[in-house]
């Protein structure tokens, strides 16, 4: 039996977020309804900019807000900022509107479905929302898929940004021309496009040469240049942020941390590639989604700001660090340490080796600086899994069950 005194982990907010059941509130494009808007916390320069009262007309446009970073960021948006905010996500397998069932009785908030790469229905969602700003996190994300068949993130991550580029473009256009001085789209992107660092390597800085490894990181790589191009050939006024690997609430399972957090809880393998020494930069996602809060508010048009959690640490580190978590909550049973259920798997093909971030730019441009350690943020992580035990049983599906032996029991070395 798992104990666990979430006061005493500074958790108490993380774990209010209660996902149920997918809300009924998706709304289709035609079923706005105009509501009125309260103002409940003050706002900054950039939201007063657009400081019109009507309900959605102020509203600012998130794509992929369903998923893992997405909905943390939808969250943290409507707890802390004055101005509505409109959802735009087709709800593939890693979209859960659970994640924001806290918000269906706020006027501030609405979730349409819808396909980014349909060009019509975008300018329809943008015509009917009149956003100042676009966030865009609709992606495929996940590497190992990408290895598996890259038409999905070629589809999504290329042809969608273009299509997103393309139809924002033409809204921003027929702007006024204040409204257009302050119109934003900020396209959120990964640090792997620069490709892989060796051990005394200096970290990723905006100015690193691209060098992607995975069909992955080459669909970012080229949603990047697009948003580049449409700032120098067009003037339209983009913001690009490059962020290390995320963790935290609702990241969908597949993922190494909950993917280690939830076979330690129930004492399956854990698989981990190749030797284990491969090292990442771990941000704590509430940490990632300020930082594009503050680039949104007080970037400058047109730059790229890399976004790391000052964090590097091997794999091996990563996981018998959360083994030694789980063991705390939950208490030997006879098994012995969860570390034991370590189990090194065939390496992935293309295996980038290091990744390492430089955020000197941001911090000294903008003032952000990550605010939460990685083994503080690692217990919440944790403690939130736990804690959330139906949220994890809804979104393993059985497609998710025969993703998972795929990808790592077929790997399993003898």
Not at 244 to 263: A, M, R, T
Not at 334 to 346: E, H, M, Q, T, Y
Request: aromatic share 10%.
């Amino acid at each position: 039996m798992c104990v666990l005194d979430l006061r005493c982990i500074g958790i108490s907010r993380l774990a209010s977020r209660k996902p149920a059941a997918p809300p009924v509130f998706l709304q289709c494009l035609h079923e706005h309804k105009t509501q009125k808007v309260t103002l409940l916390h003050p706002i900054s320069e950039f939201e007063k900019a657009h400081s019109k009262a009507e309900s959605m007309s102020n509203s600012i446009l998130v794509t992929g807000g369903a998923g893992f970073i997405g909905s943390n960021f939808v969250l943290q948006w409507i707890e802390n900022v004055a101005t509505p905010l409109v959802n735009l996500d087709l709800l593939t397998y890693a979209g859960n509107p659970a994640n924001l069932v806290t918000l269906e009785d706020d006027s501030r908030y609405r979730l349409v479905r819808g396909d980014i790469c349909d060009a019509e229905f975008v300018a329809a969602v943008l015509r009917d929302n009149r956003p100042r700003a676009i966030v865009h996190f609709a992606a495929e994300s996940h590497v190992d898929r990408s290895i598996a068949d890259p038409s999905d993130f070629i589809r999504t991550n290329v042809l969608g940004t273009f299509t997103l580029l393309e139809q924002a473009k033409l809204y921003w256009s027929g702007m006024d021309e204040a409204a257009r001085r302050t119109f934003r789209f900020l396209h959120v992107s990964t640090d792997e496009v620069y490709g892989s660092l060796g051990w005394d390597e200096a970290a990723f800085s905006e100015s690193t040469a691209y060098a992607p490894n995975s069909p992955y990181a080459a669909s970012k790589a080229a949603s990047d240049h697009l948003v580049r191009a449409y700032f120098h050939t067009y003037g339209f006024p983009v913001l690009t942020t490059n962020c290390s690997n995320n963790y935290g609430p609702f990241q969908f399972p597949e993922k190494l941390v909950p993917l280690i957090i939830l076979n330690a809880l129930e004492r399956k393998p854990l698989p981990l590639y190749g030797d284990g020494r491969n090292v990442r930069d771990w941000l704590f996602v509430e940490d990632h989604c300020l930082a594009i809060r503050t680039v949104l508010e007080r970037g400058r048009v047109g730059e790229t700001y890399n976004i790391g959690g000052n964090s590097e640490r091997k794999n091996l580190e990563v996981v018998t660090t959360i083994c030694n978590l789980v063991d705390e909550f939950c208490p030997d049973d006879g098994s012995g340490p969860r570390k034991d259920l370590i189990k090194f798997v065939a390496d992935r093909p293309g295996h980038d080796r290091r990744y390492a971030i430089d955020a000197a730019k941001i911090s000294q441009e903008l003032g952000w600086r990550p605010a939460v350690e990685f083994e503080s943020g690692l217990r919440k992580t944790v403690a939130w899994y736990l804690e959330h035990r139906s949220w994890v049983q809804n979104v393993r599906s059985g497609a998710y069950m025969d993703w998972i032996r795929q990808n790592y029991e077929e790997r399993v070395q003898p």
